[in-house]
């Protein structure tokens, strides 16, 4: 059982003391991208580039200059984005800055290519390619994210504020990446740099309480190390989508975070990153039960501890080599007590660590460039829900070789993996670019990817007789597979504007689902399991354009259809969608801007969704909706940036299938250096 105290903060901290011993240390993200203040005049040259893979330009004046940033995630190697050889979509710090958007959930859920969904106290959900947050890795600095609600990284839990870029690739990655890669790769990229970089100050308020404080700096200790500083604290409060009932869907909730990161030149050709990130968030709901009149009074409190070291050296210009080695803690303690039944109580917590080490060398041998890696992670996992104590190690050998050939560009590689659970796992991937014209390039590929399935699946135990359900593991799952095939069309027609085509398709088998199950104990009560019962056959296409008609308007609209069948069943795969649609119109001027920003999601079809603390959702069929922001931005002074703006202004929301906070407007004062 967990151990709760509930006077003055609640919840009591148990992870201090692994964040002491951590000594918060992690691996720093090289980056190579402009930094613009945001009271400062639009440069020449802006490079907004989160349509497809493709940079649009910004002209002030007559003369033209192409920036084109680095992206590192498609090849684990960095590539200029218009010569990398895999498709990697870029949301740069001036798109994420624009955006008004506070976390990644909140950015990523308007932006094309991908499909996320909201829920508070629920987390979050990403979809890429069909494949769902189960099957995304999501990475932070290039290192894996632990700590799963439903199944799901929260991606609410990645706040933006020092946020450089976000690299997204599609399909599947586990060539590189290893397990849960299925889907694709998530890689969120924070700020570096001294004291040149600057900083800025954050507060924001919106009619329904919630408040945000952010701040970060940019550090030069001394000429040979530098660094980056942030925190903030956030307050949130709750909302109800339904007065029939005593359930509320928002969270009342406080965070605290902060985290630091250093570059230390120890030489010439060596250098040595050092991270460290500490979070807390205390939240408390009212959720729902059997009956209308049902309550129950829902706490958690999630700290997190994320630390590392990375060297990284250079021999002449042919020749790197990198070493990351970092350790994840999460930590949740849940207490939930119902009205009026005081011995009705839940009272449990959840710690997973991760420990995790790599190296990577990088060679070049006349037009070939070979990557050799190796990885270890050991991952522990204590829970109140498990039928036992869980453990697993996995070792990880990959290669690569890039080998340019006038316009083509070919990379092949694979990837060995040892899992203590679940053996061994072969993932080959296979990439090709052709240059067809300059302003026009081809790209496709082929990969396997895997999921083993995470401990919960195999050993959960967890009764709510209140609610009237219960869930078991299963032990004998086997890994998720897919086969997967991808291909692509970038066309640059004009300096300001840009067209990115694709089109993929997914073979996935052995797909871990829900079920129910019939109660041994011939009770009453709900009993649901998981088993490997689905192949899905997924195929979709994207199609997302950019385009400058004059100056101060960008346009940016896309679509994205998927056909995710169930092929026993011939059904549509829970909760995607068939189409979407996302369109963004930014209005920029020196001194203000104006901006909308919105997608439309077609309708969903979903089977039983199981919540961590509430009722199960029944299967159903939800509405089409669409969510749209509106943002006004003012720069009186250099430095100083005012916004006003509404969050889903046609306040969409229902209980059961979207339940997102109504509309809101809000107000933001920032002062950037």
Same mark, same amino acid.
């Given at each position: 059982? +967990?151990?709760?105290?509930?006077?003055?903060?609640?919840?009591?901290?148990?992870?201090?003391?692994?964040?002491? &011993?951590?000594?918060?240390?992690?691996?720093?993200?090289?980056?190579?991208?402009?930094?613009?203040?945001?009271?400062?005049?639009?440069?020449?040259?802006?490079?907004?580039?989160?349509? +497809?893979?493709?940079?649009?330009?910004?002209?002030?004046?007559?003369? @033209?200059?192409?920036?084109?940033?680095?992206?590192?995630?498609?090849?684990?190697?960095?590539?200029? *984005?218009?010569?990398?050889?895999?498709?990697?979509?870029?949301?740069? /710090?001036?798109?994420?800055?624009?955006?008004?958007?506070?976390?990644?959930?909140?950015?990523?859920?308007?932006?094309?290519?991908?499909?996320?969904?909201?829920?508070?106290?629920?987390?979050?959900?990403?979809?890429?390619?069909?494949?769902?947050?189960?099957?995304?890795?999501?990475?932070?600095?290039?290192?894996?994210?632990?700590?799963?609600?439903?199944?799901?990284?929260?991606?609410?839990?990645?706040?933006?504020?020092?946020?450089?870029?976000?690299?997204?690739?599609?399909?599947?990655?586990?060539?590189?990446?290893?397990?849960?890669?299925?889907?694709?790769?998530?890689?969120?990229?924070?700020?570096?740099?001294?004291?040149?970089?600057?900083?800025?100050? @954050?507060?924001?308020?919106?009619?329904?309480?919630?408040?945000?404080?952010? %701040?970060?700096?940019?550090?030069?200790?001394?000429?040979? *190390?530098?660094?980056?500083?942030?925190?903030?604290?956030?307050?949130?409060?709750?909302?109800?989508?339904?007065?029939?009932?005593?359930?509320?869907?928002?969270?009342?909730?406080?965070?605290?975070?902060?985290?630091?990161?250093?570059?230390?030149?120890?030489?010439?050709?060596?250098?040595?990153?050092?991270?460290?990130?500490?979070? =807390?968030? $205390?939240?408390?709901?009212?959720?729902?039960?059997?009956?209308?009149?049902?309550?129950?009074?829902?706490?958690?409190?999630?700290?997190?501890?994320?630390? %590392?070291?990375?060297?990284?050296?250079?021999?002449?210009?042919?020749?790197?080599?990198?070493?990351?080695?970092?350790?994840?803690?999460?930590? $949740?303690?849940?207490?939930?007590?119902?009205?009026?039944?005081? $011995?009705?109580?839940?009272?449990?917590?959840?710690?997973?660590?991760?420990?995790?080490?790599?190296?990577?060398?990088?060679?070049?041998? +006349?037009?070939?460039?070979?990557?050799?890696? %190796?990885?270890?992670?050991?991952?522990?996992?204590?829970?109140?829900?498990?039928?036992?104590?869980?453990?697993?190690?996995?070792?990880?050998?990959?290669?690569?070789?890039?080998?340019?050939?006038?316009?083509?560009?070919?990379?092949?590689?694979?990837?060995?993996?040892?899992?203590?659970?679940?053996? #061994?796992?072969?993932?080959?991937?296979?990439?090709?670019?052709?240059?067809?014209?300059?302003?026009?390039?081809?790209?496709?590929?082929?990969?396997?990817?895997?999921?083993?399935?995470?401990?919960?699946?195999?050993?959960?135990?967890?009764?709510?007789?209140?609610?009237?359900?219960?869930?078991?593991?299963?032990?004998?799952?086997?890994?998720?597979?897919?086969?997967?095939?991808?291909?692509?069309?970038?066309?640059?027609?004009?300096?300001?504007?840009?067209?990115?085509?694709?089109?993929?398709?997914?073979?996935?088998?052995?797909?871990?689902? =829900?079920?129910?199950?019939?109660?041994?104990? /011939?009770?009453?009560?709900?009993?649901?399991?998981?088993?490997?019962?689905?192949?899905?056959?997924?195929?979709?296409?994207?199609?997302?354009?950019?385009?400058?008609?004059?100056?101060?308007? @960008?346009?940016?609209?896309?679509?994205?259809?998927?056909? &995710?069948?169930?092929?026993?069943?011939?059904?549509?795969?829970?909760?995607?969608?068939?189409?979407?649609?996302?369109?963004?119109?930014?209005? /920029?001027?020196?001194?203000?801007?104006?901006?909308?920003?919105?997608?439309?999601?077609?309708?969903?079809?979903?089977?039983?969704?199981?919540? @961590? %603390?509430?009722?199960?959702?029944?299967?159903?069929?939800?509405?089409?909706?669409?969510?749209?922001?509106?943002?006004?931005?003012?720069?009186?002074?250099? +430095?100083?940036?005012?916004?006003?703006?509404? #969050?889903?202004?046609?306040? #969409?929301?229902?209980?059961?299938?979207?339940?997102?906070?109504?509309?809101?407007?809000?107000? #933001? =004062?920032?002062?950037?250096?």
């Amino acid at each position: 059982m +967990g151990h709760f105290w509930v006077s003055g903060a609640a919840i009591r901290s148990r992870v201090w003391p692994a964040a002491i &011993a951590a000594a918060f240390i992690a691996m720093p993200a090289r980056a190579q991208t402009v930094d613009e203040a945001p009271g400062e005049p639009v440069p020449v040259v802006a490079v907004d580039v989160d349509a +497809g893979d493709a940079p649009s330009l910004r002209r002030e004046s007559d003369e @033209t200059v192409t920036l084109d940033p680095v992206v590192i995630t498609g090849t684990r190697t960095e590539h200029r *984005l218009h010569d990398s050889p895999v498709q990697v979509q870029l949301i740069d /710090q001036r798109s994420i800055r624009n955006s008004g958007a506070r976390d990644l959930a909140e950015l990523l859920e308007r932006e094309g290519g991908v499909y996320v969904t909201r829920s508070a106290g629920r987390g979050s959900s990403i979809e890429i390619q069909g494949l769902t947050g189960q099957q995304v890795l999501i990475l932070l600095d290039g290192r894996r994210q632990i700590g799963r609600i439903n199944g799901n990284i929260d991606l609410t839990r990645l706040r933006l504020d020092s946020v450089e870029r976000i690299e997204i690739v599609k399909g599947p990655s586990s060539a590189l990446y290893g397990a849960d890669a299925l889907g694709g790769v998530v890689n969120v990229i924070t700020r570096r740099g001294g004291s040149e970089s600057g900083g800025n100050i @954050t507060a924001r308020g919106d009619d329904d309480g919630n408040v945000d404080a952010l %701040g970060n700096a940019g550090l030069t200790l001394a000429p040979w *190390l530098k660094g980056q500083v942030s925190g903030g604290y956030l307050r949130t409060q709750p909302y109800d989508l339904d007065d029939s009932t005593t359930a509320e869907q928002g969270l009342d909730g406080r965070t605290r975070f902060g985290s630091g990161n250093f570059d230390v030149a120890l030489a010439d050709n060596a250098d040595l990153g050092v991270y460290g990130a500490y979070s =807390i968030e $205390d939240t408390s709901r009212i959720d729902g039960g059997i009956s209308a009149a049902q309550a129950f009074d829902t706490r958690k409190r999630i700290e997190e501890v994320r630390a %590392g070291l990375a060297p990284q050296f250079r021999f002449g210009d042919a020749t790197q080599l990198r070493f990351d080695g970092y350790y994840n803690r999460y930590y $949740d303690q849940f207490l939930q007590t119902q009205r009026g039944n005081a $011995d009705n109580v839940i009272d449990e917590e959840t710690r997973n660590d991760l420990f995790a080490g790599n190296g990577q060398l990088d060679h070049r041998i +006349g037009a070939h460039r070979i990557s050799l890696g %190796g990885e270890y992670q050991f991952e522990q996992l204590d829970a109140d829900r498990l039928q036992t104590g869980a453990e697993r190690d996995r070792q990880s050998v990959y290669l690569q070789d890039e080998w340019a050939w006038g316009r083509l560009t070919l990379v092949p590689g694979v990837r060995y993996d040892r899992d203590s659970q679940y053996g #061994e796992q072969v993932s080959p991937k296979f990439a090709l670019r052709y240059d067809l014209a300059p302003e026009l390039f081809f790209r496709a590929g082929y990969g396997r990817g895997y999921r083993a399935p995470d401990f919960k699946e195999l050993l959960l135990r967890f009764d709510n007789p209140a609610v009237g359900y219960s869930v078991v593991g299963n032990p004998d799952l086997q890994p998720e597979k897919s086969t997967g095939f991808n291909a692509g069309v970038t066309w640059l027609p004009a300096p300001t504007a840009s067209i990115a085509l694709s089109a993929y398709h997914n073979d996935v088998t052995d797909l871990i689902a =829900i079920v129910e199950d019939t109660d041994p104990d /011939q009770t009453s009560t709900q009993v649901f399991t998981y088993t490997n019962v689905h192949e899905a056959s997924i195929t979709g296409a994207d199609l997302q354009t950019r385009w400058q008609p004059w100056q101060p308007l @960008t346009l940016q609209l896309g679509y994205g259809w998927v056909r &995710a069948i169930d092929e026993q069943t011939d059904r549509q795969l829970s909760g995607r969608p068939k189409h979407r649609v996302n369109l963004t119109a930014r209005y /920029q001027r020196s001194l203000y801007a104006l901006q909308a920003r919105g997608v439309w999601i077609g309708k969903r079809v979903f089977d039983v969704e199981l919540d @961590t %603390g509430g009722v199960p959702t029944g299967a159903g069929t939800s509405d089409a909706y669409t969510l749209m922001d509106l943002r006004a931005e003012l720069t009186p002074l250099a +430095g100083l940036s005012l916004a006003l703006g509404v #969050e889903n202004l046609l306040d #969409e929301g229902d209980q059961e299938y979207l339940p997102i906070q109504p509309r809101a407007a809000y107000c #933001e =004062i920032r002062w950037s250096w």
